[in-house]
């Protein structure tokens, strides 16, 4: 028996190439820190804080307003730190005018502080003013770059249109012109020649017609704005809707006050003075003047809501002393605050303290 021989045929497993894959690198992106870009709020807003009680006052910051646009905040003398001290934190503010306000040497200290504090925040500041100022005070205005447009021989309005008569257009002269009227100083060396461009009369009619606005509307400071708004418009007082009736009404108020004037005017040696009960001080004290025979009147309006005494002073062409200088060192000294010009100015003065500052300035202006 043949056995056959099997062949074993053993397969050698195949040997699998296994590709190593080197382990991918990842490239990793170095982010630069992010920068933040700080941001800090833009200064775009302009202000103009005036005068609310004259014409002065108001068309100066008409002026403003149409040179360089922004808005105003009319404010009477005791108002006026009140509205610094509140636009002295305003981020937004950019420029400040401020425009016919004073200095007594109460305020004068508190002013430069804020003018110092608006100056280290950028804040662009103009003063233009023509009442008397201590010199050491415009000194140290200048020192802390705030542009001081001072002169005692021109009203505050014809500076501002002098000094930017560039920007204003033409019926802005007559603007100023009525300014200067109502402040008697349309004799001065600008406002005369303002005055000869236009008709005089003319010019006086709107000038009192924009006064006794002005005047009876104390009370409403929306109106005022808006006089402040018409003016910079180029309106003439005449266009603007019933400005020549209310001035009317004043006319029969004011005639009326001088036959209260003559019944309950006082006379001291050297002034005459009255308290007033039923309109304001300011629109009485010419009266008290004249009626009195005397070169200088005093009238008088409590403020009850603020226990003190709004003074109205004035002095004719004869009166010899500065009333403004007199009546600021007097009033300060009473713990009150006043000041203005040579034959017209005004004082805030403690209730119980009025006696005593009509006595003292009695003296004082002999």
């Given at each position: 028996?043949?056995?056959?021989?099997?062949?074993?045929?053993?397969?050698?497993?195949?040997?699998?190439?296994?590709?190593?894959?080197?382990?991918?690198?990842?490239?990793?992106?170095?982010?630069?820190?992010?920068?933040?870009?700080?941001?800090?709020?833009?200064?775009?807003?302009?202000?103009?804080?005036?005068?609310?009680?004259?014409?002065?006052?108001?068309?100066?910051?008409?002026?403003?307003?149409?040179?360089?646009?922004?808005?105003?905040?009319?404010?009477?003398?005791?108002?006026?730190?009140?509205?610094?001290?509140?636009v002295v934190s305003d981020e937004k503010l950019k420029s400040l005018f401020i425009c016919d306000l004073?200095?007594?040497?109460?305020?004068?200290?508190?002013?430069?502080?804020?003018?110092?504090?608006?100056?280290?925040?950028?804040?662009?500041?103009?003063?233009?003013?023509?009442?008397?100022?201590?010199?050491?005070?415009?000194?140290?205005?200048?020192?802390?770059?705030?542009?001081?447009?001072?002169?005692?021989?021109?009203?505050?309005?014809?500076?501002?249109?002098?000094?930017?008569?560039?920007?204003?257009?033409?019926?802005?002269?007559?603007?100023?012109?009525?300014?200067?009227?109502?402040?008697?100083?349309?004799?001065?060396?600008?406002?005369?020649?303002?005055?000869?461009?236009?008709?005089?009369?003319?010019?006086?009619?709107?000038?009192?017609?924009?006064?006794?606005?002005?005047?009876?509307?104390?009370?409403?400071?929306?109106?005022?704005?808006?006089?402040?708004?018409?003016?910079?418009?180029?309106?003439?007082p005449h266009d603007i809707p019933n400005t020549f009736e209310f001035a009317q009404i004043q006319v029969?108020?004011?005639?009326?006050?001088?036959?209260?004037?003559?019944?309950?005017?006082?006379?001291?040696?050297?002034?005459?003075h009255m308290e007033i009960l039923d309109s304001g001080a300011s629109g009485a004290v010419n009266f008290?003047?004249?009626?009195?025979?005397?070169?200088?009147?005093?009238?008088?309006?409590?403020?009850?809501?603020?226990?003190?005494?709004?003074?109205?002073?004035?002095?004719?062409?004869?009166?010899?002393?500065?009333?403004?200088?007199?009546?600021?060192?007097?009033?300060?000294?009473?713990?009150?605050?006043?000041?203005?010009?040579?034959?017209?100015?005004?004082?805030?003065?403690?209730?119980?303290?009025?006696?005593?500052?009509?006595?003292?300035?009695?003296?004082?202006?002999?």
């Amino acid at each position: 028996m043949v056995l056959s021989k099997t062949k074993t045929l053993t397969k050698k497993p195949a040997t699998k190439k296994v590709a190593i894959k080197k382990p991918a690198t990842k490239k990793v992106a170095i982010k630069k820190p992010a920068t933040k870009k700080v941001t800090t709020s833009q200064r775009t807003k302009v202000i103009c804080i005036s005068h609310k009680e004259d014409c002065d006052g108001i068309s100066s910051a008409a002026l403003v307003r149409q040179a360089f646009g922004g808005d105003s905040i009319l404010v009477d003398y005791p108002g006026q730190m009140e509205a610094l001290n509140q636009v002295v934190s305003d981020e937004k503010l950019k420029s400040l005018f401020i425009c016919d306000l004073g200095l007594s040497k109460k305020t004068q200290d508190e002013f430069i502080d804020i003018m110092s504090r608006l100056r280290k925040n950028k804040v662009s500041v103009t003063y233009i003013d023509h009442h008397d100022i201590d010199p050491t005070v415009v000194t140290s205005l200048e020192k802390l770059k705030v542009k001081v447009i001072h002169d005692i021989n021109e009203c505050t309005t014809v500076q501002v249109y002098n000094a930017y008569k560039s920007k204003l257009n033409d019926h802005a002269s007559f603007v100023a012109t009525c300014a200067a009227i109502t402040d008697y100083m349309e004799d001065r060396p600008l406002g005369s020649k303002l005055l000869q461009i236009y008709d005089r009369q003319f010019a006086l009619i709107s000038a009192t017609v924009m006064t006794y606005n002005i005047v009876g509307h104390q009370r409403e400071p929306d109106y005022l704005q808006y006089l402040v708004e018409e003016l910079a418009d180029s309106k003439f007082p005449h266009d603007i809707p019933n400005t020549f009736e209310f001035a009317q009404i004043q006319v029969e108020k004011l005639s009326q006050i001088i036959a209260k004037v003559k019944v309950g005017m006082k006379t001291m040696s050297n002034l005459g003075h009255m308290e007033i009960l039923d309109s304001g001080a300011s629109g009485a004290v010419n009266f008290v003047m004249g009626l009195s025979g005397k070169d200088v009147g005093v009238a008088y309006k409590e403020r009850i809501d603020h226990g003190i005494y709004a003074v109205s002073v004035r002095g004719s062409k004869n009166c010899k002393v500065h009333l403004g200088r007199i009546v600021n060192l007097l009033a300060t000294s009473l713990g009150g605050s006043g000041g203005g010009h040579d034959k017209a100015c005004g004082a805030v003065v403690p209730k119980q303290k009025i006696k005593k500052f009509i006595t003292e300035l009695n003296k004082q202006i002999k």
